[in-house]
C-alpha cells in the first residue's frame, strides 16, 4: 500500500497563475482533507470531503477550491495563485469522517508551493 | 474557538537525556488530545492519542503523554531520546462541539544532539 500520494512535490507559480494539487489514497477510506502548513502555525484546515461526493469548508478555505473525484482522489486547485498561498500543502484520509469519529488522519508526503 | 500552544519552538536535547514538550489548549470541555509526529521531508504520523480513560497514554517507541484536565495540558515525554527521534512534533485538540475538527499547535522541534 502505498497509503496517500500527492503530486507533484514542489511548485513554483507566478502570481494569477493556476494549478491543481492532486491526491490520492488507497486505503479504501472515506474522508479526505487537505490543510496547508505555515512555520510556527501548525496546521489548518482548508477543506474536507466526509464521503464520496460531498465536499465542506475547513478554516481556511478562501481562494480554494476542491474536487472529489472518486473515492480514491480530492484535488485542490488555485485558480489565482497569490503570495498569500505559499505554503506546504498536505493531503490526508481517514476511513470515518472527523465530524463522527476520531479515527486516524492518514497524510502525504506534501507538496512544497512558493508563488512569486 | 480552540487554540494550542506549544511553548517551545526548538528544543535541543542530548541523546540519552530526558526530554518533555509541553502542550496548552484553552477549553478542556469535551475534547480529545493528540501527538503527530513530521520526520524531515515526510508527512505527519500519529504518535498517540487520548480519547478517553487513563489519563497517561504511551506510544510504541517509548513516548508518553499525560492528559491534566484542571491545567490544560497534555505534554509529551520521554526518559531518554534517540538520534532518530530528530523530528517535529505537533500537538492537536479535536473538538466534540466543533464537529471533531482538529486544531495544531505550532509544533516544536526536538534536536537530538550525539
Known amino acids: ?116 | 474557538a480552540q487554540s494550542v500552544t506549544q511553548l517551545d519552538s526548538q528544543v535541543p536535547v542530548f541523546e540519552e537525556a530526558p526530554v518533555e514538550l509541553r502542550c496548552n489548549y484553552s477549553s478542556s470541555v469535551s475534547v480529545y488530545l493528540f501527538w503527530y509526529v513530521q520526520y524531515p521531508n515526510q508527512g505527519l504520523q500519529l504518535l498517540l492519542k487520548y480519547l478517553s480513560g487513563s489519563t497517561l497514554v504511551k506510544s510504541i517507541n517509548g513516548f508518553e503523554a499525560e492528559f491534566n484536565k484542571s491545567q490544560t495540558s497534555f505534554h509529551l515525554r520521554k526518559p531518554s531520546v534517540h538520534i532518530s527521534d530528530t523530528a517535529e512534533y505537533f500537538c492537536a485538540v479535536s473538538d466534540q462541539n466543533a464537529g471533531n475538527m482538529l486544531t495544531f499547535g505550532g509544533g516544536t522541534r526536538l534536536m537530538v544532539k550525539p
Request: glycine residues 8%; hydrophobic residues 30%.
Open chain 1, 1 to 116: 500500500n502505498a497509503g496517500v500520494t500527492q503530486t507533484p512535490k514542489f511548485q513554483v507559480l507566478k502570481t494569477g497563475q493556476s494549478m491543481t494539487l492532486q491526491c490520492a489514497q488507497d486505503m479504501n477510506h472515506n474522508s479526505m482533507y487537505w490543510y496547508r502548513q505555515d512555520p510556527g502555525m501548525g496546521l489548518r484546515l482548508i477543506y474536507y470531503s466526509a464521503s464520496e461526493g460531498t465536499t465542506d469548508k475547513g478554516e481556511v478555505p478562501n481562494g480554494y477550491n476542491v474536487s472529489r473525484l472518486n473515492k480514491r482522489e480530492f484535488s485542490l486547485r488555485l485558480e489565482s495563485a497569490a503570495p498569500s498561498q505559499t505554503s506546504v500543502y498536505f493531503c490526508a484520509s481517514s476511513e470515518r469522517p472527523m465530524m463522527v469519529s476520531t479515527d486516524t488522519q492518514y497524510f502525504g508526503p506534501g507538496t512544497r508551493l512558493t508563488v512569486l
